[in-house]
C-alpha cells in the first residue's frame, strides 16, 4: 500500500508539472492570440476612421451640390428664361443666367460645369466650354432629351481623356415655380470633379503596403493611392478570398502575394464604395519583440511552478487526498463519523470543520427521517380526503339525461321556454365541467350567450349582450370560465333590480408592446359605493378573500378569478375594476395573448 502511495503522489507531481507547463504555453499562446486580435480592432478601427473621414468630406460635398442645384433650379430668371419662347427676351435675360451659372462654377472647386436642358431640348451652359465629351456621354446614358426623372440621382463616374479626370454628374429635374404641374420643364445637370476625392484619398495611406481606392458603380477605379490604378477595374483583381476577418465587412485576401485586409464600405446614394487593404505583415510585425519575450517569461514561471508544486504536493494535496478516500466510506458501516488526517496548516482546520459537520448531519439526518414520516402520514389523510370528495360528486350522465328529459317534456308539450333553458342549461354544464382548462374566446362567449338566454327567458328578454371583439381574437386561449361568472355577478348585483333594459358589453383590446390581452365587461347596472369599490380593490391587491358578509359576497368571485389568473400567468396579470354609484362597473380582466 505504501509503494503504490508514493507511485500516486509521483503521478500527481508529475501530471501537475505538465499541466502547468502546458497552462503556461496556452496562456503565452492566449497573449499572443489577443494581442493580433488587439491590433486587428485598432485597424478596424482606424479603418473606421478613415471611411467616416470619407463619408463627411463626401456629405460635405453632397450638401454643397445639392444646395448650388437647389438655388439654380429655383432661379426666377432661369425658370422665365426656360419658359420664355420670344429670342429677344431670352436674349435679355442671357447674361444675367450666364452670370448665375458661371458665378456658382467658379465658388466650388470641385465644381466644373452647369449644363441646363429645357423641355424643347435647348441646352444652357456655363460659359466653360470643358467636359463636352462628358456631358454627351451622361445624356446618352440617362436618355435625358426623352426620359423625365422626378427626383435628384448621382450619375456614374466618366473619364475624360483630355483633363485625365473622372468626372460625375448631378442631375435634378426643374418644375414650374410659377404654376403648378408634376412635369418637369428642365434638368439642371451639374458636372463635378473626382479630383478632392483623390486629395482626400492621398491623405489616408496607412503604410507603404496599404492600398485605398474608390470604387464606382460600374466597378471602375476613379480614385486611388496608386495612381496607376485609376481608369482599371476593381474586378480585374484576383483576390481569392481566403477566410473572414475582424467584422463582416472586412476579409483577408491574397495581393501581390501577400495577405490583405480588406475592408468595404459602400458611399453616397450611387452604389460607390471605398476599399481599405493593409498587409497583415504591417500589423503582425511589432509582436515579435513581445512573443520573444513572453516566451523566456514562460520558463521562468515554469521553473517557479516546479518548485512550489511539489511543496504543494505533499503539504495540500496529499492530506486533501487522504480526506477524499475516507469521505469515500461515509454511510458504511466501518465508518466512525470522524476523519482522521494529520495536519498544521489549513486542512487541518478543514478536518475539524468537516468533522463537526458530519455530527451535525447526523442529528440532522435523524430529524429528517421524523420529518418524512409526518409527511406520509398527511399525505394518506390528503388522499383519503380527495377519494371522499370524488365519491361525493355527481354523476355528469345522470344530470345530461335529466336535463334531457325536461327539454323532452318541452317539446312534447311544446314549451318553447323549457327546451331553450334545458339545451343551455346542458351545454353550460358540460362546458364547465370538461377537463380542457385553456378555452378559446369563442367558447367563453358561447357559454355566456347560453346564460344569457336563460336569464333573458326568467327576466323577460330585459338583458341584452354587446361585443367588441375583433374576429382575429376569437381563437386567443383564456382560462375556463372566467368570464361567465362576471357577466352573472353583473346581473345579479347590478342590472336585476334597475328600470329598464340591462346592457353587459364586452370590450377586447390588444396591446402589441407588452404582449397583452385586455378584456373588459361593462354593464349598466347600479355600480358601487366608493367605500364598497375602495374594499374590493384592496382585497385584489392582497390576493386574500378575507372574510365572507352579505356586503362582500359580490367580490367573492371576482377575487378568485383574480387569484386564477394570477396563479396561471404570473404576479403582473388579473382584474382591475372601476366602478360609479347610479353609473355602472367596469372589470378590466388582464391576461397575456396566447394563441
Not at 450619375?155 to 410659377?178: E, H, L, V
Not at 442529528?363 to 429528517?368: D, E, G, H, N, P
Not at 349598466?524 to 374590493?536: A, F, I, P, S, V
Request: a negative charge; charged letters at 20%; proline letters at 2%.
Amino acid at each position: 500500500m505504501k509503494s503504490l502511495s508514493r507511485f500516486k503522489l509521483k503521478t500527481q507531481v508529475l501530471m501537475f508539472i505538465i499541466i502547468a507547463t502546458v497552462a503556461m504555453i496556452l496562456i503565452q499562446l492566449f497573449y499572443y492570440v489577443n494581442f493580433i486580435d488587439l491590433s486587428t480592432k485598432k485597424t478596424n478601427q482606424y479603418f473606421t476612421n478613415m471611411i467616416q473621414h470619407v463619408e463627411n468630406q463626401l456629405i460635405t460635398m453632397d450638401k454643397d451640390i445639392t444646395t448650388i442645384s437647389g438655388i439654380i433650379s429655383s432661379d426666377n430668371t432661369l425658370q422665365k428664361f426656360i419658359l420664355e419662347d420670344d429670342s429677344i427676351a431670352r436674349y435679355d435675360m442671357s447674361a444675367k443666367l450666364y452670370s448665375l451659372l458661371d458665378t456658382n462654377v467658379w465658388l466650388n472647386d470641385s465644381l466644373e460645369s452647369i449644363q441646363i436642358i429645357d423641355y424643347k431640348e435647348r441646352i444652357i451652359s456655363s460659359t466653360s466650354p470643358r467636359l463636352t465629351v462628358v456631358f454627351n456621354q451622361i445624356i446618352n446614358d440617362y436618355d435625358l432629351y426623352y426620359t423625365d426623372y422626378n427626383k435628384p440621382f448621382y450619375t456614374n463616374a466618366y473619364y475624360d481623356s483630355n483633363t485625365k479626370q473622372y468626372y460625375f454628374g448631378y442631375i435634378t429635374p426643374i418644375y414650374n415655380k410659377f404654376q403648378y404641374d408634376n412635369k418637369p420643364i428642365g434638368k439642371n445637370i451639374l458636372i463635378v470633379s473626382t479630383s478632392f476625392i483623390n486629395s482626400t484619398i492621398d491623405l489616408l495611406q496607412i503604410s507603404p503596403s496599404s492600398l485605398i481606392f474608390l470604387v464606382d458603380g460600374n466597378d471602375a477605379i476613379i480614385a486611388s493611392t496608386d495612381h496607376e490604378l485609376k481608369g482599371t477595374h476593381a474586378s480585374d483583381f484576383n483576390y481569392g478570398i481566403k477566410s473572414i476577418s475582424m467584422s463582416d465587412n472586412s476579409k483577408t485576401v491574397k495581393y501581390n502575394s501577400d495577405d490583405y485586409y480588406i475592408k468595404s464600405i459602400g458611399l453616397l446614394h450611387n452604389n460607390w464604395r471605398i476599399e481599405f487593404l493593409i498587409s497583415k505583415s504591417d500589423i503582425s510585425s511589432n509582436m515579435l519583440p513581445i512573443v520573444h519575450k513572453g516566451i523566456i517569461i514562460t520558463l521562468i514561471f515554469t521553473f517557479i511552478i516546479l518548485f512550489f508544486g511539489t511543496r504543494m504536493i505533499f503539504n495540500i494535496v496529499w492530506p486533501i487526498s487522504k480526506i477524499t478516500s475516507q469521505l469515500e466510506n461515509i454511510g458504511d458501516s466501518t465508518f466512525k463519523n470522524q476523519l482522521k488526517v494529520s495536519s498544521n496548516n489549513e486542512i487541518g482546520i478543514i478536518v475539524n470543520d468537516i468533522n463537526n459537520m458530519l455530527t451535525r448531519q447526523k442529528a440532522m439526518t435523524k430529524k429528517i427521517f421524523k420529518t418524512q414520516d409526518q409527511l406520509y402520514t398527511l399525505e394518506l389523510e390528503k388522499k383519503e380526503a380527495e377519494l371522499s370528495a370524488l365519491q361525493s360528486q355527481i354523476n355528469p350522465h345522470f344530470l345530461y339525461n335529466t336535463l334531457e328529459c325536461i327539454r323532452s317534456i318541452g317539446i312534447y308539450h311544446n314549451i318553447d321556454e323549457i327546451q331553450h333553458i334545458s339545451t343551455s342549461m346542458a351545454k353550460i354544464f358540460r362546458y364547465a365541467i370538461k377537463s380542457q382548462e385553456q378555452v378559446t374566446i369563442r367558447d367563453e362567449i358561447e357559454c355566456i350567450e347560453d346564460y344569457l338566454r336563460i336569464m333573458n327567458i326568467r327576466f323577460m328578454d330585459k338583458f341584452e349582450l354587446i361585443l367588441h371583439i375583433d374576429e382575429s381574437l376569437h381563437t386567443l386561449t383564456i382560462n375556463k370560465m372566467v368570464l361567465q361568472p362576471i357577466v352573472e355577478n353583473a346581473i345579479y348585483h347590478g342590472l336585476e333590480n334597475i328600470i329598464g333594459k340591462g346592457t353587459i358589453t364586452i370590450n377586447a383590446t390588444v396591446d402589441e408592446k407588452s404582449q397583452q390581452l385586455t378584456l373588459e365587461v361593462k354593464d349598466n347596472g347600479k355600480g358601487m359605493e366608493l367605500e364598497q369599490l375602495t374594499q374590493l380593490q384592496e382585497k385584489l391587491s392582497s390576493n386574500t378573500t378575507s372574510t365572507i358578509t352579505k356586503e362582500t359576497q359580490r367580490s367573492v368571485g371576482i377575487i378568485n378569478i383574480h387569484n386564477r389568473l394570477k396563479l396561471n400567468y404570473g404576479d403582473e396579470f388579473g382584474i382591475n375594476i372601476d366602478s360609479k354609484l347610479g353609473e355602472g362597473t367596469s372589470i378590466y380582466l388582464q391576461i397575456p395573448i396566447i394563441e
